[in-house]
């Protein structure tokens, strides 16, 4: 067993000092900014920011091609006065003219125009300092790269420019080493991204399988983040496989967005061509003009102007031949980043563990001495998961353990159901599936097999066992499933098109079925997948027979239709029933294991925040508070939710029918938050808040805000949790987010060996707020030991096709508890407090 776990992550490391950088700086400055502003309005810009010019393409290709740029500063598009370069050199003016001149001249569309362009202007103003425009002048400055400020609550926070500026940094310091392993050396480019930078291994690796060649390269991700209450910043450097796509198997009008990183020498003769870049481009189809073109962001729209010697890719071209690109044409090559809409890839996803660690140690050696490597985590309790299930033991007979959670399903049933009969409508498409569901049921809650009631397919059959009662009809799908006819009519909103066709399909619905005889029932739907709906998004059926049935009162559960009618029915099957038990409440908490110190009464509230975006199903953007409460000592089965418009606790499944509801007005999450905290205050609690998700509408659960023991909102300074009960705890949870928020991780013993490892972990430090768990790896993911992907060896040539499997990694910090200082601020010394672990 491992007791110990490492992070790939780094902080600056305090027996270095500051890490200082001389940086050359540019400014757009006043003149400059006022001209583009001019030329960007005069060709139709955006007139509700006239003083915003939209500079991401030009600083993707500064990026590119201007030698020696690291980074590009935030909002200097709006401010001429902020530090729009930085660059270890300044670029010369025969460089940088030109670049600008080719964006403004395209920005402003006026390539046609008798008068000089800007770029012979700029360079006209360099030979001639009268002229009143001209390039500004760079100016050199030492740049502190772990410039930090500490909260009120003792959280370190890096200078604003520090999460763009730094992680462009760390991915040249990193790219001017190679990688060394099982005798290949890799060597990495760097790619900027939106929220940090990327390594890119270039030019690909190879896997030949089935008579084709499939490439990929190694990737790691780095971004700056925070951790809270840690007295310093952080560096996450995760990685990854990045495949690339070599055969598109996709027409071009259904290529939304594709990522396409080109790799091209500098145009300049005898420039410096240090840390080379590979630049990021998007590739789509432009529904107006029909057919493949560059996005406007994409450097390579401007190249051929740039340098009209080389051969750089036209989209058709490079959709037709993506694998004559990728291995270059001329010096030019370029690379389209796979998605599996674009069709299969031979090359598994994920990396093992071992080749993440001597990664992990590539950047450690290569981030010495300026940033240290954080400190690994050791387990903070012996018991890795709640008592799930009562120990059967070694010797137990087989199905012991399957027969103890069918008990316990039933009676989770029981107490959700409440000896209320439960209708269950199966609606199928192939006879196979309804047989399978018809034959797990009964397994499930350790009933006798279902008794059929009736005659034909519309038969009903009975499933029952202690205190549960249901009642199972199945019938064919038929046109309920059908696509959504959604009008065509362009000259009518797409809003009002799409809530005419769900109003359709539930009236279709009404004349079909009934509500269920008793409070709630469950349907179960065959469907196709959602590929089947790709070319119209809009006919996907699903959120309308979801809102219809509702509107009825029927919880619903869908399953996709299989090319394998006959493949894994059981493991299928016996998960949607599974999922259906979890929409009805029917689940049993599980007790923890973690000793004394834990009241016996305490409650679990939860909360989460809903996002619809115009761009969803509900074609309208609104954000709603969901929040569930779980009273272990109330018995299984009793699982409410809260109903803001009524402030009362609901039994679940009426919480997910009350979702279904169209919103009304946007109420202030905060104060509902607040409403909701007092309604808790009658026995212990703990809050849990997922803060990725909740700190758009409560600002206060930024790291930077938090204070132990304290809840913030926005309208007040942040008080003592207890004025919100005097025994509520607060934990909030965290993971990657998409945004690497939490570092990935590995396993590691002092002999070497490497691999992961389920738990709890932390630091020594009986102070510390904040924990990591993680899960096990399931037994399907299972790889032979030593398998290396990247740079395969003699006995796993066929490593590239596995898919790695890397458990996350969930950061639990105990934002509030009952510490020795909460309880003497509310005179409560004598009493034991809490062990945050």
Same mark, same amino acid.
């Given at each position: ?148 400020? $500490? ?33 290949? $050396? ?156 674009? =069709? ?66 039933? %009676? ?26 018809? %034959? ?144 009805? =409440? ?75 509801? %169209? ?51 926005? %309208? ?8 919100? =009960? ?11 987010? =998409? ?99």
């Amino acid at each position: 067993m491992y007791r110990t776990i490492r992070s790939t992550a780094y902080e600056p490391d305090p027996l270095n000092g500051p890490w200082q950088e001389e940086s050359h700086v540019l400014r757009l400055g006043e003149d400059l900014h006022t001209e583009l502003t001019r030329m960007h309005a005069e060709a139709g810009g955006d007139r509700a920011r006239p003083d915003r010019l939209p500079v991401r393409q030009l600083n993707f290709l500064l990026q590119a091609l201007a030698p020696g740029v690291i980074a590009t500063g935030r909002r200097a598009g709006t401010d001429g006065s902020l530090p729009w370069l930085y660059a270890r050199e300044a670029v010369p003016p025969d460089v940088l003219a030109p670049l600008i001149g080719t964006w403004a001249a395209r920005l402003s569309q006026q390539q046609d125009d008798d008068g000089p362009d800007l770029e012979e202007r700029l360079l006209a103003a360099e030979a001639d300092p009268t002229v009143p425009m001209r390039l500004p002048e760079w100016q050199t400055e030492r740049i502190d790269l772990t410039e930090t400020v $500490t909260s009120a609550g003792g959280t370190a926070e890096p200078a604003p420019r520090l999460y763009g500026l730094l992680p462009e940094w760390v991915a040249f310091r990193l790219a001017a080493r190679p990688f060394r392993t099982n005798g290949t $050396t890799l060597h990495f480019r760097v790619e900027s991204s939106g929220s940090g930078a990327r390594l890119v291994s270039w030019p690909p690796q190879r896997y030949e399988r089935n008579k084709r060649t499939w490439y990929y390269s190694a990737c790691l991700n780095i971004t700056v983040q925070t951790v809270p209450f840690a007295p310093r910043f952080r560096v996450h450097v995760s990685s990854q496989v990045r495949r690339w796509a070599t055969e598109l198997e996709v027409r071009p009008h259904a290529l939304g967005g594709a990522t396409v990183l080109l790799d091209a020498p500098l145009p300049w003769p005898g420039g410096p061509d240090r840390g080379h870049r590979l630049a990021v481009n998007t590739l789509g189809y432009d529904r107006r003009l029909k057919e493949l073109v560059w996005r406007r962001r994409s450097p390579a729209l401007l190249l051929p102007d740039l340098d009209i010697v080389r051969h750089y890719p036209e989209p058709e071209e490079l959709f037709a031949h993506p694998e004559r690109w990728i291995n270059g044409c001329g010096d030019v090559a370029a690379g389209i980043v796979y998605h599996p809409a674009v =069709g299969p890839h031979k090359v598994g996803a994920g990396l093992m563990p071992r080749e993440r660690a001597e990664l992990d140690a590539w950047v450690e050696e290569g981030l010495s001495p300026v940033l240290r490597r954080v400190p690994d985590l050791t387990r903070v309790t012996r018991s890795n998961t709640p008592s799930l299930l009562p120990r059967s033991g070694p010797r137990a007979a087989p199905g012991v353990r399957e027969a103890r959670l069918a008990l316990m399903r039933g %009676a989770a049933l029981a107490g959700a159901l409440k000896g209320r009969a439960l209708d269950v409508e199966i609606l199928w498409q192939s006879p196979e599936i309804r047989t399978a569901l018809l %034959a797990e049921l009964p397994k499930l809650i350790g009933a006798a097999p279902a008794e059929k009631v009736g005659q034909g397919d519309d038969a009903t059959w009975r499933v029952r066992c202690e205190g549960v009662d249901i009642r199972v009809s199945t019938r064919p799908a038929g046109p309920l499933v059908d696509a959504l006819p959604v009008s065509r009519d362009r000259s009518r909103p797409k809003s009002v098109r799409f809530a005419e066709a769900v109003e359709g399909r539930s009236a279709l619905l009404a004349e079909r079925m009934s509500p269920p005889r008793g409070e709630v029932g469950v349907v179960i739907a065959e469907i196709a997948s959602k590929d089947r709906f790709a070319a119209h998004p809009d006919s996907d059926p699903k959120h309308a027979l979801r809102l219809a049935w509702a509107r009825q009162g029927w919880l619903s559960q869908f399953l996709t239709v299989s090319d394998d009618p006959a493949g894994a029915l059981e493991h299928r099957a016996r998960w949607i029933w599974l999922d259906a038990f979890r929409q009805i =409440g029917a689940i049993s908490p599980p007790a923890h294991r973690v000793g004394a110190g834990i009241p016996g009464d305490l409650q679990y509230a939860a909360l989460w925040l809903v996002r619809h975006t115009r761009k969803g199903p509900t074609r309208r953007p609104v954000r709603r508070l969901v929040a569930v409460r779980v009273r272990p000592d109330a018995g299984p089965g009793v699982i409410e939710g809260w109903d803001a418009e009524r402030a009362e606790w609901v039994p679940y499944p009426k919480l997910l029918l009350l979702l279904s509801r %169209a919103a009304g007005p946007t109420v202030e999450i905060e104060r509902e938050i607040r409403t909701l905290l007092f309604q808790l205050r009658d026995r212990p609690t703990l809050l849990m808040a997922d803060a990725g998700n909740l700190r758009q509408c409560w600002p206060k659960l930024r790291n930077g805000s938090l204070v132990r023991d304290t809840v913030g909102f926005e %309208a007040d300074p942040g008080q003592r949790l207890a004025a919100y =009960g005097n025994d509520l705890r607060m934990v909030l949870v965290r993971d990657t987010n =998409g945004r690497e928020e939490v570092p990935e991780w590995y396993a590691h013993d002092h002999r070497g060996k490497v691999g992961f490892a389920e738990g709890v972990w932390g630091t020594m430090d009986d102070e510390s707020r904040v924990f990591a768990s993680t899960a096990a790896t399931p037994h399907t993911a299972a790889r032979p030991k030593g398998l290396m992907k990247l740079v395969p060896t003699a006995e796993g040539r066929s490593a590239p096709a596995k898919t790695a499997w890397n458990p996350g990694q969930l950061e639990i910090t105990v934002l509030g508890c009952l510490s020795e200082k909460a309880l003497a601020d509310t005179g409560r010394e004598g009493e034991a407090p809490d062990r945050p672990a």
